[in-house]
């Protein structure tokens, strides 16, 4: 059960579509993901990735023109942890927003170490795609 969601954002100086369309490709997660990603292959219709957890299965959402990036990470325990991503057009720019939900068992400074990991993940998301 989750007890408390945070949202973690960044502007990014690229379009939307821009944004998505590298965001949205899996083979891109290693360059940009390190909290999820350090290797990742396909297998059918999820995503095997070797992360910090361990070997995690990643399923995405269907490819969409709304900027849903949602995807269920099953962790080695075999817990499904559902993520909401979006990536929200501002103009010629875009926002990146990232739900985290604390679940049942993470630890106020787990969760809060789990947001920086992800803000960082942001940020190198950022740093590619404007440079």
Do not use: C
Not at 10 to 20: E, G, M, N, P
Not at 35 to 40: A, D, E, R, V, Y
Not at 54 to 79: C, E, K, M, R, W
Not at 107 to 120: K, N, R, S, Y
Request: glycine letters at 6%; hydrophobic letters at 40%; aromatic letters at 8%.
């Amino acid at each position: 059960m989750t007890t408390e969601s945070t949202h973690v954002s960044v502007f990014i100086a690229r379009t939307a579509a821009d944004v998505y369309a590298y965001a949205s490709d899996p083979a891109n997660l290693p360059a940009w993901a390190a909290g999820l990603s350090t290797n990742i292959t396909r297998d059918g219709d999820r995503w095997l990735a070797d992360s910090p957890m361990g070997q995690v299965a990643v399923t995405f959402a269907p490819a969409n023109d709304y900027g849903v990036l949602d995807h269920d990470v099953t962790l080695p325990s075999g817990d499904t942890v559902y993520n909401p991503v979006r990536v929200i057009p501002d103009g010629d720019h875009s926002e990146v927003v990232f739900t985290i939900r604390r679940r049942d068992g993470v630890t106020a400074e787990e969760f809060a170490q789990d947001a920086a990991a992800v803000t960082a993940d942001l940020q190198r998301l950022k740093g590619l795609l404007e440079a």
